[in-house]
């Protein structure tokens, strides 16, 4: 039998971390991670001294995550890059711009990093991909919505698809805030 793949991605900054702990220990699932992948040393990583930023291949990525399916429970992939490996499902956290640049600028990100991010999520970047990669795609706004809270709605979409039909892509849009932030 089958082990479903459940995917959390979203642009840094937007909760999947936290999400998918939760989420995990709620399911009893396997959690696959970057930094898990990188300490079974299944995966590698360069750095791009510019953007201050680790850089994966996306293709050794989706062959670690693949290497580390488990069978018998459920699995919950996250990364910005989990919506490129075949999932059954797979989550899009999104965050308002404005939330989004206050929660990288905490992390004491360099501008151009933030820049780079913020941007992503105002052009549907991951969402986009994720269509192109998979079938059950889901987004959801974490902008005023914690961890818990987020966990327990991917729980009750999972439960009842009829309740995930308004968590389809399209109803999130920023671009009213690219003319504001383009021209900063």
């Known amino acids: 039998m089958k082990t479903p793949v459940i995917a959390i991605s979203g642009t840094p900054g937007t909760g999947k971390t936290a999400v998918a702990r939760l989420l995990a220990r709620r399911l009893g699932a396997n959690l696959i991670t970057v930094p898990y992948l990188m300490r079974k040393k ?36 996250e990364s910005h890059l989990s919506h490129l490996v075949k999932a059954d499902f797979v989550f899009v956290l999104r965050t308002n711009p404005d939330a989004l640049e206050k929660r990288l600028k905490r992390r004491n990100w360099p501008a151009a990093k933030i820049r ?47 309740h995930g039909k308004k968590y389809r892509p399209g109803d999130i849009d920023w671009t009213g805030h690219a003319k504001r932030y383009l021209t900063r």
């Open 42 to 77: 299944q995966l590698r990583y360069g750095y791009d001294r510019k953007r201050r930023t680790k850089v994966i291949d996306e293709r050794e990525f989706a062959r670690a995550v693949k290497r580390n399916i488990g069978t018998g429970r459920t699995n919950i992939v």
């Open 116 to 162: 780079e991010n913020v941007e992503a999520e105002m052009l549907d970047e991951i969402t986009i991909e994720a269509l192109e990669n998979n079938k059950n795609v889901y987004e959801i706004d974490t902008s005023k919505l914690g961890a818990p809270a987020t966990a327990r709605l991917i729980g009750q979409i999972l439960n009842n698809f009829h």
